[in-house]
């Protein structure tokens, strides 16, 4: 039988090592936290760091527009409307078997300013944001249709909600370069753009009935790169579907919630 003491001494060591075993649990516990913050911590840092790059490379994008928009409409624009008006000069000077050549040719003339000026408009992000989404869209789309490149066709369902300037400058820059990209590889006849307001979204989609592409091959390209980021930076949801043959679609899932005028 066990004495006194050596019971005492067996609750001691019992005691100690449960107290040890306390101590390397909590002291696990409060290390993984720690690590756990730390890493949240790392992580959020280079999630801020990313969305300040994409931030300031899309800043720079848009002034690098804004300034062309305005060398356009100042520089390129007065210049056709001085030849408009040495036009109009000239025409008074000549027979009437010559005029119907100087009218064609300042009617080519008036459809180049108008076409600059648009163009101009379309690059200048005050201009878009002031305009608002849908009504910078429907110029955009108009401007193909003179153009004779595409035929398009908006439509647009539900409440407009008003958003914030920048970011309806975002979502119609996503928009821009999808159509851009359309024109220039999809080989489409018809670009079809859909924009759905609901109270707590804006849901946005745009087809074509181009040619489609391999989605692999050009995974890295910089322009589906820049819409992506783009999407990102507003929190919008961001899906691009196509294959060879079947034409190319875009979506685009704005959150309306929370969202306050910047």
């Known amino acids: 039988m066990l004495s006194k003491d050596e019971i005492l001494l067996i609750i001691y ?17 409060v290390y993984q936290r720690r690590k756990n913050k730390m890493l949240q911590e790392q992580f959020e840092a280079k999630q801020r760091f990313e969305r300040e790059i994409s931030q300031s490379r899309l800043e720079m994008q848009e002034q690098t527009l804004k300034n062309v928009g305005w060398e356009l409409h100042d520089n390129i624009g007065q210049l056709l409307s001085v030849a408009n008006m040495q036009l109009n000069i000239f025409s008074k000077n000549i027979s009437e078997t010559d005029k119907t050549s100087v009218l064609e040719i300042k009617e080519t003339v008036a459809n180049s300013l108008q076409e600059v000026r648009s163009l101009s408009k379309s690059l200048n992000n005050q201009v878009i944001g002031y305009a608002g989404l849908v009504i910078s869209v429907e110029n955009e789309l108009a401007r ?15 409440e407009k909600q008003e958003i914030p300037q920048q970011h309806s400058i975002i979502l119609f820059r996503i928009l821009q370069e999808f159509f851009s990209n359309v024109i220039k590889h999809a080989k489409a006849s018809a670009l079809d753009v859909r924009i759905a307001f609901t109270s707590e979204e804006i849901i946005i ?28 930076l507003i929190q919008a949801k961001f899906k691009l579907e196509t294959s060879i043959g079947a034409g190319t679609s875009l979506y685009l899932r704005y959150s309306l919630m929370g969202q306050q005028d910047e």
């Not at 193909?144 to 539900?158: A, C, D, P, S």
């Not at 087809?207 to 999407?231: I, P, T, W």
């Open 144 to 158: 193909f249709q003179r153009m004779g490149v595409i035929k398009t066709e908006l439509k647009v369902t539900g």
């Open 205 to 232: 989609t745009a087809k074509d009935n181009g040619q489609g592409f391999d989605m692999e091959a050009v995974k890295k390209n910089s322009g589906l790169f820049n819409m992506e980021s783009r999407a990102a």
């Open 13 to 29: 060591f019992v005691v100690v090592i449960l107290l040890l075993t306390a101590f390397v649990i909590v002291f696990f516990v």
